[in-house]
Structure formats: C-alpha cells, structure tokens
C-alpha cells in the first residue's frame, strides 16, 4: 500500500510556525504551563465532594498506614474473615480473639467480648 503524501497535505491545513520564536513545552492541564505530579493527578482524577469524616482519617499528623487501615475500616473494607470467604471458601470464619462468633466488621469493633473488654 503506497502512501500519497502529497494527497495527505493537500487536505491538512497549511501552517507557517514562526522560526524567530523560541520552541517551548507547555503542560495543558496546568493554569501556569508547567508539569508537575499534582498537575498530572488533578488532571487524571475525578474530583468528589469531601466526607463528613475525612479529617479524622487524613490530618496533618496522622501515620499514613493507620489512616489507611481506618479508612477502610470507615469503608466497611477491612480483609474480615467473611469478606475473604468469598474468595476462598476453605476460610474459617471463627474470630480469632473470642472463638464464638464470625469475624465481621460489626463483631470485632461492636459485639466481640474480647475487644469490648480491651476497649472500656
């Protein structure tokens, strides 16, 4: 297949760049021009409304991994024996401080005797 580069211009509008002027980069999604990583991630993110909660997870001081665990834990998202069952169904469910009932979000922070007594 020949390519009739002649027959691609004729369609392309034409372009003089001006040779007195300078090339320059330019980073379009940045107000300024200039690449940064928190350009680059505005630009990439969908931005939503902040959480009720989100400046008890994320404030200045706090340990990013233990922001991270209670986020998820806020989620409902922590890896609890019942949620990992339905990825594996060989999983005891049995929580593993009481040895009653199933390992939940709701047990382990609310009902389990044995985390009730290291919280009060």
Known sequence: MSIDLAKIRSRMPSYNPNSTLDDRI??????????SV????????????????????????????MGFILWLAIKGRLST???????????VTTCVLCNSQAET???????????NAIWT
């Open 81 to 91: 024996s019942d949620r990992v069952q339905h990825y594996d169904p060989q999983v």
């Open 38 to 65: 928190t350009s680059a991630m505005e630009s990439l993110r969908t931005p939503h409304p902040f959480v009720s909660w989100y400046k008890i997870v994320w404030f200045p001081q706090n340990i990013p991994r």
């Open 26 to 35: 330019l980073w379009l999604p940045s107000s300024n021009g200039i690449y």
């Open 105 to 115: 979000h709701a047990h382990i922070f609310f009902e389990c005797l044995y985390s």
